[in-house]
Structure formats: structure tokens, C-alpha cells
């Protein structure tokens, strides 16, 4: 097991945003996860951004959240939204016969790959 020593964690600060960089390639042999504590002020925003090598998950300890709320609506309901419409579109009859076809279309394509494919569609 890799243990990072406290000294060894970079802060970065920019306005009101206080990133600590437990974990990261710098300091770890780890290249494809980070592990950050952020602290943000209150009225401070995190602008939306992406990282190319790894995803971000956000834990809110306290205060409302709503950065991960604004990402959902913007990002995950949308393709929730076309991925269920695409599953769910055509159904008709009963509703057993509904939830084979259902159980059927999410074998042959997830939801998440669906949601994905319709999104791309849309474009």
C-alpha cells in the first residue's frame, strides 16, 4: 500500500476554492486517480469543467450542493430523458408484454450506452 505523507499534498487556491491534492500523478504512482479535497466558501462557484484523463466525483459534506445539482440537470436528466424515451417510445399492450420488451431492450443496449446513442442522434 502507497502512503502519501501530508507535506507531500499540493493546495491550490483560486477565489474562494481551496483544492488539496491528496492523491494525484505528482505525488502517486496512481496516473489515473485523483483524490481531492475541495473546499469551496460560501457564494463561491466552481465553474463546470471536464478533466480529459479522469472523472471527478464530488462528496458535499455540508451546504446544499448545488454544483452536483446543476450538473445533473444539465447533463444526466437530459440523457436519462432520451435514453427512456428510446427504451420506452414504442411500447403498447399489456403491461407484462411492456416489461419483457423493456427487459429485452436494456439487454441488447444499457441504459447509460442507450442514453449515449440517442444523445449522439440529437446532434
Do not use: Y
Request: with cysteine; charged share 25%; net charge positive.
Amino acid at each position: 500500500m502507497e502512503i502519501i505523507r501530508a507535506a507531500e499534498a499540493a493546495t491550490l487556491s483560486n477565489s474562494g476554492i481551496t483544492s488539496r491534492q491528496l492523491l494525484f500523478p505528482e505525488n502517486s504512482r496512481s496516473r489515473r486517480i485523483t483524490v481531492t479535497r475541495v473546499t469551496v466558501a460560501p457564494g463561491a462557484r466552481n465553474p463546470p469543467h471536464r478533466h480529459a484523463s479522469s472523472e471527478q466525483v464530488w462528496i458535499a459534506l455540508r451546504g446544499k450542493g448545488q454544483l452536483l445539482v446543476d450538473t445533473a440537470k444539465r447533463e444526466v436528466w437530459p440523457r436519462i430523458e432520451a435514453a427512456v424515451s428510446d427504451l420506452c417510445g414504442d411500447l403498447s399492450g399489456p403491461l407484462l408484454a411492456q416489461l419483457a420488451a423493456i427487459e429485452d431492450g436494456l439487454a441488447a443496449l444499457p441504459l447509460d450506452r442507450r442514453g449515449r446513442a440517442a444523445a449522439r442522434r440529437r446532434r
